[in-house]
């Protein structure tokens, strides 16, 4: 700060010694350049919230916090805290089943997580008629306390809680009973995400189905949704987005494709910009994405389970997985290349544990469950079905 007293002591320096002007005279220019750059910078502050520009940023920075801490209110609440009178103790004991297409139809089918048996069929579409439609339909398996983000192959996005969607008769799922948030012209619904716990996570990173990874910063990503649009992650067509992943800085994040390969890759090594992580041939696309953390306590066990197209199951421990630190390689293959010439195809899969269950999707447009415990067992679905088209974890 620039005092009477500093001013008197600068003059009496250069009265005495005159050569030391020069020195001090370059140093007040370049505190009031210093000073002039604050004052506008104070002015442009001072504009921007008398237009009301900077409260309207402020507005939007509170409603961001406020919608993180009511994902995380609903999604870490414990039963117990809640009396058990209350309606939400039903809510949290159900799996949300969703099954979806690009056109925005969604069907939404509750199961009560007490009545889920060993190979137990617990939803059916409609026979007699092309339920899969010409298109084939994705599944994904939630739980009530969900928020949903809905992602379209233009980047933009929508975010839906569970309750929003309306449940469908399980035992007769139509598509033309299906709830319908249709997308825009010359747009395609490619994912439904779980993002509920998105606020605990340092990254948020977007994958298309050609193995291209972009990492986006938690709290960039959060105003990205407030704003309802991602980006679309690809370079190229026909590569379209494949969904999103939450990771900690020290997991590492692994891809499985179609053909049976699997790459494990550092978050840390992962770009900001788009990239092609994972080499796939012509016809390969992704299937499975799931987070690796190093973080996890030594006494929960976790193996990675990946479904195959004739309900066979391919289960390793983590420790099979080696990660690579180079971008555009082919990965780990999940089987041979006999069994892959032979047709044998990956539907779905990711990190599990003995109590999780798992929801297999058949061409037949049936829905059954399964133990993973027992999965991991016997290595194949009871009576396995002539395809599946889907598979999907779901946590306890």
Not at 192 to 215: C, E, N, T, W
Request: glycine letters at 6%; one cysteine or more; a negative charge.
């Amino acid at each position: 700060m620039v005092t009477h007293e500093k001013i008197e002591e600068w003059i009496c320096e250069v009265e005495e010694r005159p050569s030391s002007a020069p020195v001090i005279i370059r140093y007040i220019a370049n505190r009031l350049s210093e000073l002039t750059r604050r004052n506008q910078e104070l002015l442009a502050d001072n504009i921007a919230l008398r237009t009301d520009k900077k409260v309207d940023d402020y507005e939007n920075r509170i409603s961001n916090l406020e919608y993180q801490v009511g994902l995380l209110k609903r999604q870490l609440s414990e039963p117990g805290l809640i009396d058990s009178s209350s309606p939400m103790i039903a809510q949290h004991e159900s799996a949300i089943l969703f099954v979806y297409n690009s056109k925005g139809k969604i069907l939404k089918a509750v199961i009560p997580v007490s009545t889920l048996e060993s190979g137990k069929a617990v939803a059916q579409f409609i026979t007699g008629e092309n339920w899969i439609d010409a298109d084939t339909p994705m599944f994904v398996v939630v739980n009530s306390r969900e928020e949903l983000l809905l992602i379209y192959d233009s980047g933009r996005t929508m975010t839906l809680n569970v309750d929003d969607i309306p449940a469908n008769d399980a035992t007769q799922l139509d598509w033309q009973h299906a709830y319908l948030q249709e997308p825009r012209s010359g747009e395609a619904l490619v994912a439904i995400m779980p993002v509920a716990k998105m606020g605990l996570f340092d990254y948020a990173l977007q994958i298309s189905r050609r193995g291209f990874v972009k990492k986006i910063m938690e709290g960039s990503f959060e105003s990205f949704i407030a704003n309802n649009f991602i980006g679309a992650g690809i370079k190229l067509t026909p590569d379209k987005p494949f969904g999103l992943i939450f990771a900690k800085k020290e997991d590492n994040l692994v891809l499985v494709s179609r053909e049976g390969f699997l790459l494990s890759m550092d978050v840390g090594r992962l770009p900001f910009a788009v990239e092609e992580i994972l080499q796939l041939s012509t016809n390969d696309h992704l299937e499975a994405i799931f987070v690796v953390s190093k973080s996890t306590p030594t006494e929960v066990k976790s193996s990675f389970l990946v479904m195959t197209e004739g309900g066979k199951v391919i289960n390793r421990n983590l420790s099979w997985i080696e990660p690579v630190s180079s971008f555009r390689t082919r990965g780990q293959s999940l089987f041979s290349k006999e069994k892959r010439t032979s047709g044998v195809r990956v539907v779905g899969g990711g990190l599990a544990q003995d109590d999780d269950w798992g929801f297999a999707l058949a061409i037949s447009g049936q829905i059954t469950c399964h133990p993973i415990k027992e999965l991991f067992s016997t290595g194949a679905l009871p009576n396995p079905p002539t395809g599946l088209v889907g598979f999907s974890l779901l946590k306890k």
